[in-house]
Nanobody, 121 residues
Framework: QVQLVESGGGLVQAGGSLRLSCAASGRTLTTYNVGWFRQAPGKEREFVASRTVIGETYYEDSVKGRFTISRDSAKNTVYLQMNSLKPEDTALYYC???????????????WGQGTQVTVSS
């Protein structure tokens, strides 16, 4: 029902910035909660950030003050602005959408294929 495609990942030095994009099709994202997760090899999936239908935002403690989630309704796209990147931010980043609020431990209804972010020290 909802298709999500991430882009914007890449290689960046510690302290640098990247902006990830998640383009949606099938249905408008204005009626969905959206979020970002990440997973490094050998580690469990980790919640990063989310935005509710009414605009509330939530962040994992380690990214607060560095990452910002936003949505462009006209483009039906959700973004993750990542500043002051650290090597420990290296992971495959997934965007997600669902009918319920997205937080750590939740399993959203729709997922993208992921975009790789690698931060060198």
């Amino acid at each position: 029902q909802v298709q999500l495609v991430e882009s914007g990942g890449g290689l960046v030095q510690a302290g640098g910035s990247l902006r990830l994009s998640c383009a949606a099709s099938g249905r408008t994202l204005t009626t969905y909660n959206v979020g970002w997760f990440r997973q490094a090899p050998g580690k469990e999936r980790e919640f990063v950030a989310s935005r509710t239908v009414i605009g509330e935002t939530y962040y994992e403690d380690s990214v607060k003050g560095r990452f910002t989630i936003s949505r462009d309704s006209a483009k039906n796209t959700v973004y993750l602005q990542m500043n002051s990147l650290k090597p420990e931010d290296t992971a495959l980043y997934y965007c997600a959408a669902g009918r319920t609020v997205i937080t750590a431990g939740t399993n959203p209804d729709y997922w993208g294929q992921g975009t790789q972010v690698t931060v060198s020290s």
